[in-house]
């Protein structure tokens, strides 16, 4: 079996093509600046060849178009034939109360679009990518992964903000967590690892921190969600690039008032110029923050501190509402490649039993490794995500479920 992943956003349209049998990727790249007249950039590798060229993409449906054409490019291309595609995965950022992946029909377009009220961002270009994909893989199955199906386990006292209930319910206001398909599929993996085999699987609490440009940690037992960070949108939660995360909600209505700042505002500097970049004003990227902390620039060494302070935080409180923690796994950008990062956190959580094997930790980079000590009372791994291969299994099993 065959399936084409695609994720799209308001510009971009990536993509990767599985064999579901192998599990091993087949062609994968992206069609960059869809609009923008042009200029619209096209990356298509196959195992080590890589092309990249300008193309004409004005559109989601023209930009998809110029990746079949590669797909089935002779001599180029890992195809001979579009039919060769068995089924299509579209990432799709907000599912509101969707709990699971699904094969697209018209009441699923208009739940996304419903939806794009809390994710005006990507919600929008993903039905953009769904329609096209549609059109010119006429009857290939189309199927939905959402990015807030993982935490439809989480029982009502952790999805409840404590808002007038009547007020909730009529905005659909509630935590419904992101990152969910990275976090579905770092508790799979973590379920696997052969330190954790004597347990039950089905009593095993894990607390998985998603570490990259967004952050969110979430707490699972038996590989259901049970909490996690990230909130009505991705603002809430840990410390990210350019997110502020967790802040106390009255310094929006302060700010509005006193500094004159409209909602709009408000919302760009929330999401786009806070977190590391508002935090130290040099970068949103995690690396220019470790070397700024190296010179000693105060900022960045505040920043980093904040950054790592936060986690523990959230790590202490999750563990403690699971009643104990198995294991927790780091994962993403930061978390697979920062042993700063993790040693830093791992150090403020000496309390819980957490001990690091610093060695292991210096030596894990982007692979899965454990990184604690056998002495630790909680198991501490780096699990590397793969969203993309989880989106082609969802769909890969969706498909099967409805044949
Ligand atoms: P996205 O959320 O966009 O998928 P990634 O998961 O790729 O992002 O993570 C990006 C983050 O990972 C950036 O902050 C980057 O600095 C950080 N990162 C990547 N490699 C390293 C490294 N070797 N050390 C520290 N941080 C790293």
Redesign the pocket.
């Given at each position: 079996m065959k399936v084409l992943v695609i994720n799209s956003g308001s510009s971009s349209l990536k993509f990767q093509l599985f064999d579901m049998q192998s599990k091993s990727v087949l062609a994968r790249g992206l069609v960059d600046r869809i609009g923008v007249k042009g200029t619209s950039l096209l990356k298509f590798a196959v195992d080590k060849n890589k092309e990249e060229k300008e193309v004409q993409a004005g559109n989601h449906q023209e930009a998809l178009e110029t990746v079949m054409q590669c797909l089935v490019a002779p001599g180029k291309g890992p195809l001979t034939s579009l039919d060769e595609i068995n089924a299509v995965g579209h990432r799709v950022l907000h599912g509101g109360k969707v709990y699971e992946s699904v094969l697209i029909d018209e009441s699923i377009k208009k739940i996304i679009d419903d939806c794009s009220i809390m994710g005006p961002l990507h919600n929008p270009p993903g039905l953009m990518g769904i329609n096209a994909a549609e059109r010119l893989l006429p009857g290939v199955p189309q199927v939905a992964v959402f990015d807030t199906a993982f935490f439809q386990t989480m029982p009502e006292k952790a999805y409840t903000y404590a808002l007038p209930y009547d007020i909730c319910n009529t905005y659909g206001i509630r935590r419904y967590g992101f990152h969910g398909t990275s976090h579905r599929y770092v508790v799979r993996q973590a379920l696997q690892l052969p330190a954790l085999a004597g347990k039950e699987k089905k009593a095993v609490a894990l607390i998985t921190c998603h570490l990259?440009?967004?952050c969110s940690i979430t707490a699972s037992i038996g590989g259901k969600a049970v909490d996690t960070s990230m909130g009505l949108t991705p603002l809430e939660g840990l410390v990210m690039?350019t997110r502020c995360g967790d802040i106390d909600p009255a310094i929006v209505p302060f700010l509005q008032k006193n500094a004159g700042m409209s909602a709009d505002e408000m919302d760009t500097m929330m999401n786009k110029k806070s977190g590391l970049l508002g935090l130290t004003g040099i970068s949103?990227?995690?690396?220019d923050i470790?070397e700024a902390a190296e010179r000693g620039e105060d900022k960045a060494v505040l920043a980093l501190d904040i950054f790592c302070y936060r986690i523990i935080k959230y790590i202490g409180a999750y563990a403690f509402a699971m009643g104990g923690v198995d294991a927790v796994c780091f994962t993403?950008?930061?978390g697979e490649?920062?042993p700063i990062?993790r040693k830093r956190i791992c150090k403020g959580l000496g309390r819980l039993g957490i001990v690091l094997d610093e060695e292991a930790n210096e030596a894990a980079?982007g692979r899965e490794a454990i990184i604690s000590s056998p002495v630790s009372q909680v198991l501490v791994a780096v699990v590397p995500t793969n969203e993309e291969l989880m989106i082609a299994m969802e769909t890969a099993e969706v498909t099967a479920k409805t044949d």
């Open positions: 990259g440009n967004g690039g949103s990227d995690m690396r470790e993403a950008g930061i490649n920062s990062v980079f």
